[in-house]
Antibody
């Protein structure tokens, strides 16, 4: 069965960095685009970024562009989100989610999420 | 960016009743509209894609309709497990993918 497991969340001070990981299993990871979606406490869903199936293309929300970098290692079935210059408004649960295929834009499987708290 | 607006923010319904949730896009998204369900402390779950196609394993009491800018998610007879927050999301013109702000269905 498809599984996505996020890790790497925690408490970090403003301006510092954090790297999230998402390990996939149960499907052909290299055949799917992958997304990160976040949810601030008590708020709705906000799309963060997407990476193409082969890692050659990435796109970011305006709110994180220039600070976050998305990458993947298809040999390890793992997705990475490097988050730099973190701000308090980045506090959220971060979900990795599978695109249904190479880049349709609807998300058929989600991980359980990892909480990032940016606070001094 | 396409703005998605859901209404109402909260819907109070009794078990067994029908629930009708609305989602409006700021410009046409064709049929490229998905619905997700999120229960407290859980990840979102895909319910509907292509505006009206149920995802694998989704009960038939969930149905989606609409095209262009106006969409509806209907739950024909609410079960206790259906009380949750529901989000619509467009994927016609992206990035960015955009979500509505959610409708909470409560007892």
């Amino acid at each position: 069965q498809v599984q996505l497991v996020e890790s790497g969340g925690g408490v970090v001070q403003p301006g510092r960095s954090l790297r999230l990981s998402c390990t996939a299993s149960g499907f052909s990871f290299r055949s799917h685009a992958m997304h990160w979606v976040r949810q601030a406490p008590g708020k709705g869903l906000e799309w963060v970024a997407v990476i193409s199936y082969d890692g050659s293309n990435t796109y970011y929300a305006d709110s994180v562009r220039g600070r976050f970098t998305l990458s993947r290692d298809n040999s390890k079935n793992t997705l990475y989100l490097q988050m730099n210059r973190l701000r308090p408004e980045d506090t959220a649960v971060f979900y990795c989610a599978r695109d249904v295929d190479v880049a349709s834009g609807w998300l058929d499987y989600w991980g359980q999420g990892t909480l990032v708290t940016v606070s001094s | 960016e396409i703005v998605m607006t859901q209404s109402p923010a909260t819907l109070s319904v009794s078990p067994g009743e029908r629930a009708t949730l609305s989602c409006r896009a700021s410009q046409s998204v064709g049929s490229k509209l998905a619905w997700y369900q999120q229960k407290p402390g859980q990840a979102p779950r895909l319910l509907i894609y292509g505006a009206s196609t149920r995802a694998t394993g989704i009960p038939a009491r969930f149905s989606g309709s609409g095209s262009g800018t106006d969409f509806t998610l209907t739950v024909s007879s609410l079960q206790s497990e259906d009380f949750a927050v529901y989000y619509c999301q467009q994927y016609n013109k992206w990035p960015p993918l955009t979500f509505g702000q959610g409708t909470k269905v409560e007892i």
